[in-house]
């Protein structure tokens, strides 16, 4: 017991020091454990994606739409658009609020790039809703036509 405890210590005090030098005093909360915290810590940083709608690039988008719409609707999306409050930050649906827009399961058109943008103008009425809640007219926000545009693009991207 006590020597299979033994030769781990030393590991833990390599790679904590390590940790301590790397990041400073300031990182120091709680240390002075049995290096229980460095195995959680030691995970590697994920990296970043491009920033630019990587995905979008790899379909074919319909006519007419660009990256760069799709990339500003992902953000009216997950911002002033505030679809993503219930329909997810990331399309997938929340239970009795908005409907999964990441499969190919369309409730409210054919999920062509113009029936995402009629349904998002004109909102889905409460008796038309699977979930019983509405969607009001573009998501309840003053989003003008290109925002409703963009936004749809992201949308349409996020099933395919
Ligand atoms: C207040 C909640 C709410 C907000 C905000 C909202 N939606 Fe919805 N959305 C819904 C509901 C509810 C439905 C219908 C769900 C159902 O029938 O089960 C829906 C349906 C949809 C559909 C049709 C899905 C299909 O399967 O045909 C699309 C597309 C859509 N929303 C996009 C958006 C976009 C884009 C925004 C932001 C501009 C947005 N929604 C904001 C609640 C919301």
Redesign the pocket.
């Known amino acids: 017991m006590r020597e299979a405890i033994r030769t781990r210590p030393r590991y833990w005090a390599v790679l904590a020091l390590v940790f301590v030098v790397g990041f400073g005093p300031a990182a120091c909360g709680g240390a002075g454990g049995d290096g229980a915290a460095t195995e959680e810590t030691g995970a590697e940083t994920t990296p970043e994606p491009a920033s630019e709608a990587p995905a979008a690039a790899e379909v074919d988008l319909p006519d007419g739409v660009t990256a760069e719409m799709v990339a500003q609707g992902k953000q ?2 997950g911002g002033v ?3 993503f ?3 997810g930050q990331s399309g997938e649906g929340m239970p009795n ?3 999964n ?1 990441t499969d190919s ?5 054919d ?1 062509s790039y113009e029936g ?1 943008i009629a ?2 103008t004109a909102g ?1 009425p409460a008796e ?4 019983g ?4 007219a ?4 003053n ?1 003008p036509d290109d925002q ?1 545009a963009a ?2 693009a992201y ?1 349409w991207t996020l099933s395919r």
């Open positions: 009216i999306f658009g505030i679809c409050t219930c329909h609020l908005g409907a827009l399961q369309w409730l409210h058109s999920g995402i349904t998002i889905v038309k809703s699977t979930s809640s509405p969607m009001v573009r998501g309840g926000t989003l409703i936004v749809a949308v």
